[in-house]
């Protein structure tokens, strides 16, 4: 964790515990972090998951990576320092997401363990899930409308991640959703009873 260039300040806690939102919104705030290459489903899946979970009453929302840059990282561009920066900036904001009881969904490629593992130590144990969105190349590339990996192949995107640039795969993620073996109800059903085993979610639909 850097260190703010900010002197003389310090934390201010809110009289309204976590403990308390949760209590009030029946279920408890988490972070499921998607990565995955270009393609994959993650923002797909994420809008998804947070379709379903809006229908059972949770405070939720998406950090989708494209709309991140049209204003809180408008700054930032592709290289490796910037895609740090890129979520580094989303880890904080995910982490006062969560502090507000949400169920926060960020959809990023975040391709370097290194950022990932950052953000999950911001928050206590339980609250980062990572979900890898697995999908082979050739399948995203099929996939790809927007034409970014036929771009990328013939030079025209530098440093494109699963092209010219890397996608570090995560280790030991929280959830393995295989996104070109199972269609998109699978993938959320999947979702939603992990966060069930994982108390997240209440299994009392009634609440």
Known sequence: MTTPKSRNITWSHSDVKRTDRAR?????????????????GKSTLARGVEKALFERGCQTYVLDGDNVRFGLNRDLGFSPADRT?????IGEVSKLLLDAGVIVLTAFISPYRTDRDANRELVDDGDFLEV????SLEECERRDTKGLYKK????????FTGISAPY??????????QTDEHDGAACIAQILAELERRGILSTNRGD
């Not at 920066?85 to 900036?89: A, L, M, P, T």
């Not at 990328?152 to 530098?158: D, F, K």
Request: charged residues 25%; hydrophobic residues 35%.
């Open 24 to 40: 009030r919104n029946g279920h408890r705030g988490a972070i499921l972090w998607f990565t995955g290459l270009s393609g994959a």
């Open 168 to 177: 570090e795969e995560p280790l030991t993620p929280e959830m393995l959703v």
């Open 85 to 89: 920066e890129n979520i580094r900036r």
């Open 132 to 135: 890898y969105c697995r999908c």
């Open 152 to 159: 990328a192949r013939a030079g025209e995107i530098p440093e």
